[in-house]
């Protein structure tokens, strides 16, 4: 149920983001599509197992996660953003 | 999809997320009732009741009541009392009903298994006949373990034939029936005579003889128990223990399950032997539950429930090593399972966590060898053979008993993180890795005895663990 309505909110998420690139003209190359799934994918699997492992009283392979998950996550995340909002401030420039 | 139970409540998901301090704020702030501090909060009876959102608590019954106009009844003119019945309905309709077989009769049952319709068919009857067992516990005052209750109706006493199906056909309608029954992993073993060693040659406890014998009907004496030869099959199953109970090891809280779980067996058991009875056939259990019929974790391996370990126990893929497993041999043809690899075995060689944490150094922390510790291991199998009495005396001079090693066991896992099927899928299929994972297993803070006193917060479902998943 939870994970349906999760489903649900990501997709409704990431259709108004395509929209809007697509408006705004924001040009993206295909390694930066790779990085921002790959994000995506590991910020949903670091939810399931922060979740699963407070469920089993597992605080530490919880926060642990964090670290082997969310770093990660974090930094493809970021670089998935903002490589191509750099080249566009270039190509305006 | 996969509905999980809470087992936790929110003061104790709050104490392990590390948020216990703020959270008593939050609740003071948002609560238009007055507590003093969080405990104060989860002490008063809204927080020990859990009910679905949808309903509330009222002050008075949805049925109207009037107490002035109600007197305490008399138990036996209830109308299933039979005397009662007979009372409600006259003597010639209650005469007329017996006749046919009534709704509990024997005959009833007879004449709708010769019938043989779908839903009404005999091992339908014998299910719901094994599952009653203990329904009415004055009935079993005494009765031989070995031998069963002998309560249930044999189809002989009916006036229909046993029941006959293919071995596949059996395997899967035992495994059914016993799931139903409350066992978590079933399997099958056909005995040989490499198999038949696996049986005890005297009762652990009162010491009786276990033969093989010519014989058509199992017997027990006061110096022996005859299983006839003619029941070739053992059935193998295994009950779980509650994770959070374990993790509280080894305080009483993990005793708890343990003992629970031993009591669920026998009573499994039991409601086996009357299934099986109603059927036709023999089934025959340990008369105490401890192990007197044979040995579990060999049965365990052959049948496939699990893999032997460093524990010298099993330990199962489903479950790790967190179950009991017991076995009843019957003469109803079934279909063997086949033993299993896991990479369990393997992982062991490696791991070694659990004769780390052992507190009396029963484990052994050497590799498997053929050469037994003691009289009391059985030779001919290359194990982790441990030094059993060191493992009695710590229990006897803690005043309890112990299961650590179960409890740090990396196989002691629950299923709600994706990441454990995740890494035992590489377990099985990958060893390089184990080292690895053995260290991760320690990083992640993973087999760490949890507080005693906090099991009294947790919100857990019956029996401590959830029927639908590995939690």
Redesign the interface.
């Known amino acids: ?1 939870w ?2 309505l999760f489903g649900l909110l990501l997709g409704a998420g990431i259709l108004p983001l395509a929209f809007w690139m697509h408006a705004r003209k924001v040009r993206t190359t295909w390694y930066e599509w790779i990085m921002g799934i790959i994000s995506l994918i590991l910020i949903v ?1 670091l939810v ?2 922060f ?12 926060w ?2 964090v670290l082997f998950l969310g770093i990660p996550a974090v930094v493809l995340g970021v670089l998935a953003v903002r490589l191509p909002y750099q080249r566009q401030i270039r190509n305006r420039a | 999809m996969k509905m999980h139970h809470s087992t936790m409540s929110r003061r104790t998901f709050m104490k392990v997320l590390g948020l216990g301090g703020a959270t008593a704020g939050a609740a003071t702030l948002a609560s238009p009732v007055i507590f003093h501090d969080l405990d104060e909060v989860m002490a008063s009876p809204l927080a020990e009741r859990k009910l679905p959102f949808w309903a509330k608590e009222s002050d008075k019954p949805t049925v109207e009541i009037d107490w002035e106009r109600m007197q305490r009844f008399d138990g036996t003119q209830t109308v299933f009392n039979p005397p009662s019945y007979g009372k409600a309905i006259g003597k010639e309709e209650e005469e007329r009903l017996r006749k046919i077989g009534g709704l509990f009769g024997e005959g009833g049952y007879g004449r709708l298994i010769k019938e043989n319709k779908p839903g009404n068919r005999h091992r339908d009857f014998a299910m719901s006949l094994g599952a009653r067992f203990f329904q009415h516990p004055d009935r079993y005052a005494k009765w031989k373990p070995f031998l069963g209750p002998q309560l249930a109706p044999t189809p002989e006493q009916l006036g229909i034939p046993k029941y006959e199906g293919k071995p596949e056909e059996n395997s899967r309608m035992v495994t059914a029936a016993l799931k139903f029954y409350g066992a978590a992993t079933v399997g099958m073993v056909e005995l040989d005579e490499n198999t038949r060693k696996l049986f005890y040659a005297h009762d652990a406890f009162d010491k009786k003889e276990v033969l093989f014998s010519d014989v058509d009907e199992p017997q027990e004496t006061d110096t022996q128990r005859v299983i006839p030869n003619k029941a070739n099959w053992v059935i193998v199953f295994s009950v779980r223990m509650a994770p959070a109970n374990i993790a509280r090891a080894p305080y009483p809280a993990s005793q708890a399950t343990v003992g629970l779980a031993y009591a669920e067996g026998a009573i499994i058991a039991n409601r086996l032997q009357e299934f099986l009875r109603a059927l036709g056939y023999h089934c025959m259990a340990e008369s105490n539950i401890l192990g007197s019929l044979a040995n579990s974790g060999g049965f365990g391996v052959m049948a496939g429930i699990g893999e032997l370990s460093r524990l010298n126990r099993l330990i199962t893929p489903e479950y790790g090593p967190i179950v009991r497993v017991f076995k009843v041999v019957t003469d109803l043809p079934l279909a063997p399972t086949k033993p299993i690899n896991a990479g369990i075995w393997e992982f062991c060689r490696t791991c070694k966590k659990c004769a780390e944490a052992c507190p009396s150094k029963t484990l052994s922390m050497s590799d498997p060898t053929w050469e037994i510790k003691g009289f009391w291991n059985n030779p001919g199998v290359k194990a982790y053979y441990e030094d059993a009495p060191k493992c009695l005396t710590y229990w006897r001079e803690s005043g309890g008993s112990c299961i650590i090693c179960f409890a740090v066991c990396p196989f002691t896992k629950q299923d709600r993180s994706f990441m454990h099927a995740f890494i035992q899928k590489t377990i099985a299929t990958t060893p390089v890795f184990n080292g690895m994972f053995r260290q991760m297993d320690d990083a992640f803070g993973y087999g760490k005895l949890k507080d005693p006193e906090s099991w009294w917060d947790l919100d857990l479902p019956p029996f401590g663990y959830d029927s639908s998943s590995r939690s």
């Open positions: 149920m994970w349906f699997l399931q197992h979740v699963g492992s407070i469920a089993e009283e597992e605080s530490r392979a919880a642990m996660a």
